[in-house]
């Protein structure tokens, strides 16, 4: 009896900390609105008008191939509406597992010599919700809105429609389901943070809102003792059951995003060796740039200072070196002065590389030093492999 008590009164607490939270979702969205209402813009295959890549309209919807870079852009005539009052993009799409990521690029009179993008990260998801909220040059009245998709070179790509809404209760609550619950396997910043959603600069994010569930429902469950009658006093196995509802709310989504990583994982690196795996992964072309430079290095034990004006390149390329006699300096001048470099000592160039070579006369020019006098070993698009002379 006590025990049906305590979680009749757990999912009460829960159920009226929700209703407190949608609450003032309304009343965000209606102070967002500023009073005037804003209808929907919505373009179907006939409207969308290809820009870069292939596309072929059949049967309703636009089947789009990638160009040979990887990348194709459609674009929605402009319409007579403010944006900041249409900040919700709603894509429907059959097919988008070619696309790795995608931008948003926009024009408004305002700023007719200016084109504005944002990135989304991923692969896009069926029915997949933009929030604009929080770009600041999403004002204005547009005259273009592109969409442009970002993969495999001649990948396909097939939409249906595209859509632009204002921020009323129910498609809030459908943009934040879809941040949530929307996968995208992890980017290279993953090992250092995780904000829960698809678009890093547009929450509600997991944790706080979940926080905030917490404390309107033990706020709540507080209120109920106050106006119940009988003196009933407070159960702190209540505040605690919903302390752990909400942290189950919070894991289990990350419990479900981890499965849904190691399915990505072992598609890509179950069964194979320790190069094949780093060929598999993002740093393939660096990878196998460094291998090539490896290659080429015949002395054993010579001195290889490896120079990128990227810090996550120079680092990454640097790692692969070893463990050879590597020097890789962050956040300064990678390259120590010429004073500091010998005859025989290789320089490897990972793009993108402040020194300069210049073949005419065999030099590597750097800019407020003394240039280097080198030949060139290798080159290719990722970086170059130089012998100091």
């Not at 119940?228 to 196995?237: E, I, Q, V």
Request: aromatic share 10%; hydrophobic share 45%.
């Amino acid at each position: 009896m006590i025990a049906g008590y305590a979680v009749k009164t757990v999912l009460f607490a829960l159920f009226a900390g929700l209703v407190v939270i949608i609450t003032i979702a309304f009343v965000d969205s209606t102070w967002r609105a500023g009073g005037r209402s804003a209808s929907a813009y919505a373009w179907h295959t006939d409207d969308i008008k290809v820009m870069l890549g292939r596309g072929e309209k059949r049967d309703g919807r636009l089947l789009l191939q990638l160009d040979s870079t990887g990348r194709a852009v459609v674009e929605v005539p402009g319409m007579d509406a403010e944006l900041g009052y249409l900040p919700l993009l709603h894509l429907v799409l059959e097919d988008g597992a070619a696309a790795d990521s995608m931008m948003v690029i926009w024009r408004t009179m305002q700023e007719a010599g200016q084109l504005r993008h944002t990135r989304i990260p991923g692969p896009p998801a069926s029915s997949l919700w933009i929030s604009m909220a929080n770009q600041a040059a999403w004002r204005g009245r547009a005259t273009s809105v592109s969409i442009a998709f970002l993969g495999a070179p001649d990948g396909r790509v097939i939409l249906e429609s595209i859509t632009l809404l204002p921020p009323t209760v129910p498609n809030r609550l459908r943009a934040f389901l879809s941040s949530w619950t929307d996968f995208i396997p992890w980017q290279q910043g993953s090992i250092n943070r995780h904000p829960g959603v698809r678009q890093q600069d547009a929450g509600p994010y997991p944790a706080p809102l979940v926080a905030a569930l917490f404390l309107a429902s033990a706020s709540a469950y507080c209120l109920f003792l106050l106006v119940s009658r009988g003196g009933r006093r407070c159960d702190t196995g209540v505040i605690a059951a919903l302390f752990l509802s909400c942290w189950l709310i919070l894991d289990l989504a990350w419990q479900a995003r981890l499965l849904q990583q190691l399915g990505v994982s072992m598609q890509s690196f179950a069964g194979k060796t320790g190069d094949e795996k780093r060929l598999s992964s993002d740093d393939r072309e660096l990878y196998r740039f460094i291998m090539d430079v490896k290659a080429r290095i015949d002395v054993k034990g010579s001195r290889i200072f490896v120079s990128s004006g990227d810090d996550y390149g120079g680092m990454r390329g640097a790692y692969y070196l070893y463990p050879e006699n590597v020097y890789w300096q962050r956040y300064r001048d990678n390259l120590p002065g010429g004073e500091h470099i010998a005859s025989g000592d290789f320089i490897v160039l990972l793009r993108p590389a402040l020194p300069r070579f210049d073949s005419a006369s065999r030099t590597l020019m750097m800019e407020g030093r003394k240039g280097i006098q080198v030949e060139r070993i290798l080159a290719s698009e990722t970086g170059e492999l130089y012998r100091v002379l």
